[in-house]
């Protein structure tokens, strides 16, 4: 970083504390486990497109603050699913984007694309409508170079662990070809989250595809041999992918829900509504218990195999349905909603929270409940850890007010580390960055107001860095 | 202000900026797009009244507080309704309010009334018990000179434009009044805007007059010569007042409602809830049904007319039932609750949400919504602008913990600037004055802390303070 | 306090006023209107055990941390209700805790510890694994010594009255005792405070005793000689019981409830519910409304024999139902959840919110309604307080974010003093003192700002640390 300070508190004492601390944390690997990074991009190790394809056109939190002032989508190269025309220009989208750049001051993407021109891609331009094609230029330039090709930046980024995310029903091909290549399996630099969403919940619908639910069903008996007809070959389906998902190196597996709903049914209740689902006899109730209650079935096998159990309750997805309609899933038009994890999970943790083999991580969209409902019960069970803060609010500000939220009640040792949770590979070194000069700033608060003693936050700052997330994701 | 520093923070590097930025914005005109100053009193122009009918008796930031430490209103000369003997001394009102100043310490009351004092009356001896003749002689000495007769103050105040807020059932004659004075109608200084809660509420009732709902439908039909029996005539007359409003200046509408909650119905299924409420067989499932509907329906006439939209929900009204049957409506008895926006919403969003032709202001009394729900919203919807925190938030505290909360996901620019939302005239400048404060000293640690460079945050403070809410509310 | 500057803000200008501040209020005698020490420690005034069942067994706030990490319970010296064996040997149990010292940095239970070791026992080395025999032989040979006995102490802590809690069943005998030797009764040093869950909640059941509600109910008419099997027998022992409470001392009852859902129901619906359940006939709901409608009904007694009404909603008992099962109630299993305070009170507060008779202190662990709903709520009723931050809450964080979010609102005068809440005898100076030094700084911050002059800061400071509690809690 050539702004050396870059969030630290102003505060002179603070700050000198602060950089002390980062100091420590900066050189740290970066373990990254849980983030969506696409495989493909490390397995085959082929130059990255132009900017804007690289930078803007897949970058959601980009094309939605651009949506909001009204600078369509497809205007910004995301491609439609009805026919409509978008635009592919590369140079085209770049000059549209910075004309808007001032939207972005004050919000994290700013410092992101900032950071990764900057310490990346080594452009240091202020980006601009004046600048745009001076930026998008050396960029471009320096993406022709070998030293820019995923697997150079990799090491240069300092990645120890990245963890992909997939599909029970992915056939883990590039993570076979990593693995070949020294780069993934068990303790391999890429590994894989098991992500089995698309099988897991009865009303998941593709809008490209018109995939549903049951063809994922069925299609899951195919891959696996199970007969997914039936509740119990379902299960069996689901653990032997399990197995194939840890011998491509998956240490975790990751659950994304409407709720936090947990449920404990009985096997022959649970029969029923997997298989009234497959008849086509559900409703939005039972699709709900059956999410709920396959919960507490993942965490069984979480117990058994090892997998660290993640769960990201709380969007709602497609709110915005001309965007659904028009561009698809995953491009922004998802929304937060208020998420009740206490009476949500009581019933696993009542029936697990205590197991030492269990380990949960939990994510919330809804900082409301940092301090009544996760810290606490991160607090209070054996089995429970609270995740960072997800996309939304992996952000300075909100970063800061989750330490300052959660710490009180749950200390720094049940918080599993940062996520960057990205698709965008290249900003993985800044958030990561910027996640420890924010935990430093914290400390070096709670140090100069003498709650710490500098030696102890010290030892903190570097497990908040590297040893809490490496030890609790198992890697 | 003589307090040069007021508001903004101590660390002096932030200080030295947030004085840097504040000296850009604190000069721009004032743009007050909505607040219910009685109109009345600009175009009449008439000498206030004395201090105490003019500082306490209307201000239930006031009454309230001293109704909390058990000071009756009545004493504070809060009308009564019911025929109860009520103050009409302002010297002895004044005394009374005086002996409990300190439960101001820490609120903006405090600000506002102690800003209020020395700036705009030039007094500068300190309120308390000791001194209240002496500033309540000091006020009233200079309400009995010409400068201070409202249309002097509104051009020292440096107002560009303000908007009062007006029912359709108002005849707008004081705005015709302002108009042929060369103060109002379109483009003018003083402006109406529309809010038909009385005519599109079925469960509206006065207490005072008892006038309901379907009187003041039956009223409009009068006032424009449309048959309001039927559902048709009723949109018709909506209509044409908001044409004879746009007449009057207005650039805005603004809706009070207790939800979010919008609802798409077909024409004959409004219809039908309509008919059901005049003829007296509404419930409260169908009210909160029809102006839900409503919502949506003067959405479309928005498109059509271009007014922009306001949205204030989430206020019961007339909580405090004792307050209510003794003094009424809008003495200080309501109380916020909880709003969900995200499911509310979600209807109108889904229909005209990305419409380039909509622009809907959406505030809030509930900031436990500012990160979780709004922040997304405004910032993924091209129509949607977040509204100032409002009422009970329009505090330094709240305004930089909304700056703080939203700006990271929403940016500056879903943000539609400060509005005063008051009927205290006299506390328009310092109002803005603070919102002007704390934007600068949030904009001054962006700066500090290198996340901002000094130019564009000094083109922002300028956006906030004047050019946003000019450009949004098209004035 | 050695660290003469512990938690005020770094900021040069603010800690120096918050010194200033502080001074003024650190010498305060502690008023402590509700809390759960023990009354035979100070009634019998013997030695205190080991460092270990002093400090470490009964308190749930590090137990429950330790379970978060996986240590059990059982092995921390918490008695288990299974028969299954616990750690009773203090010197193992001090290890164990000091093993997990680093769990509590940045938690209030590590400021609490680390303030009592160093100011009430003198014991300065630093605690950790090396260090755990040291520090518990230097703690253990205090509290062999005849100033280490609970009314030295007492002196000592410059506590001027201290308020406990019990049942209406207690036959407040060592309230007697305190009486006889001239620290209890009313006026006194050591007074009760009637809480009377056991006897109003028709749920209520004792996991070790199996004592339930009904059997409570008839073991208050033994007491009493009221014929507690009708509802006005049972009304009628209740005011028995609080006459006798009274005259042990008491000045306030306090009531935990699930939620904060208040009733009016008729004499002959209440009698109805009160019958239904005694004869096993009640159900969740008639329960609820049954408790909504008993708080009514003890506000009624309120009015007439002035107890201070306390409401503590929102806390889910024994959540963790594995550690309720093996080690019964209190013992760290409860979660907060969120509470409507605004339609759950309302019909209380329209009865008699502002009644001058009625003092009604409410408390939440729900932070989310501090501005949204609480501050609102005691800003506009003249019988409501607001009550300090509660439990997961009572931290430096929280007690600053209170004052932050409430103050605008409610002012400082309807908050109604720090309550330290604590069953931990030794803890309470230093959790006073969090609270005094955090007020010193949030006051500091405000007179920086200058926003508030330093005379009236200095007034203030003493109001909330002494005068308030006094006077609000008619102490």
Request: aromatic share 16%.
């Given at each position: 970083m050539t702004r050396a300070d870059l969030l630290f508190p102003s505060e002179p004492t603070q700050r000198a504390i602060a950089r002390e601390l980062y100091a420590l944390a900066k050189d740290q690997p970066i373990i990254s486990p849980h983030g969506h990074v696409d495989p493909a991009i490390l397995a085959d190790d082929a130059p990255f497109p132009d900017p804007a394809q690289l930078i803007?056109?897949?970058d959601h939190y980009v094309t939605r603050m651009l949506l909001s002032q009204g600078v369509p989508p497809a205007s910004l190269g995301?491609?439609?699913?009805?026919?409509e025309p978008y635009e592919t220009d590369g140079r085209t989208i770049w000059r549209t984007f910075a004309a808007h750049w001032?939207?972005?001051?004050?919000t994290p993407s700013r410092l992101w694309l900032e950071e990764t021109f900057r310490?990346?891609?080594?452009?240091?331009t202020p980006l601009g409508p004046e600048t745009a094609d001076e930026v998008y230029d050396a960029i471009a330039a320096k993406l022709a170079?070998?030293?820019?090709?995923p697997r150079a930046l990799f090491e240069r980024f300092n990645i120890e662990v990245l963890a992909t995310t997939e599909s029970?029903?992915?056939?883990l091909g590039r993570h076979a070809k990593l693995a070949a290549d020294?780069?993934?399996?068990?303790?391999?630099r890429v590994i894989t989250t098991f992500r089995p969403d698309n099988v897991v919940d009865p009303e998941f619908l593709d809008p490209?595809?018109?995939?549903a639910w049951a063809d994922n069903v069925a299609r899951l008996g195919e891959l696996t041999?199970?007969?997914?007809?039936t509740y119990l070959g379902y299960l069996a389906a689901l653990r032997k992918r399990r197995e194939a998902f840890i011998a491509a190196g998956a240490t975790s597996s990751d659950h994304g829900h409407l709720t936090a709903r947990t449920l404990l049914l009985d096997e022959s209740e649970a029969a029923a509504l997997f298989e009234a689902h497959l008849r086509g006899e559900g409703d939005p109730e039972k699709a709900e218990a059956f999410r709920a209650h396959m919960l507490v079935e993942l965490a069984r096998m979480s117990i058994d195999d090892g997998l660290v159990m993640q769960l990201h309750p709380g969007s709602v997805r497609n709110h915005n349905r001309w965007l659904y309609g028009r561009h698809g899933r995953d491009v922004g038009g998802d929304i937060p909603q208020a998420t009740d994890y206490v009476h949500g999970l009581a019933p696993l943790l009542s029936a697990y929270?205590?197991?030492?083999r269990l380990r949960l991580v939990v994510y919330t969209l809804?900082?409301?409940?940092?301090?009544?409902?996760l810290a606490p019960l991160a607090g209070g069970y054996a089995a429970m850890y609270l995740g960072a803060p997800?996309?939304?609010?992996?952000s300075p500000e909100v970063l800061r007010r989750f330490r300052e939220a959660v710490t009180e009640t749950a200390?720094?040792?049940n918080t599993s580390g940062f996520v960057d949770?990205?698709?965008?590979?290249?900003?993985i070194p800044v958030r990561h960055d910027v996640a420890r000069r924010i935990d430093a700033g914290f400390l070096a608060r709670l140090v100069a107001e003498h709650r710490l003693p500098l030696d102890e936050a010290a030892e903190t700052i570097v497990d908040l860095a590297y040893r809490l997330p490496k030890g609790i994701f198992r890697l």
């Open positions: 803007i056109c897949p995301v491609r439609t699913l009805d026919g001032r939207l972005f001051r004050g310490e990346v891609f080594e452009v240091t170079e070998p030293e820019f090709r029970p029903l992915d056939d020294g780069w993934g399996g068990p303790g391999g490209v595809s018109g995939t041999g199970e007969d997914t007809a929270g205590n197991d030492p809804d900082e409301d409940t940092f301090t009544r409902e997800w996309w939304f609010l992996d200390g720094f040792y949770d990205t698709r965008a590979f290249c900003s």
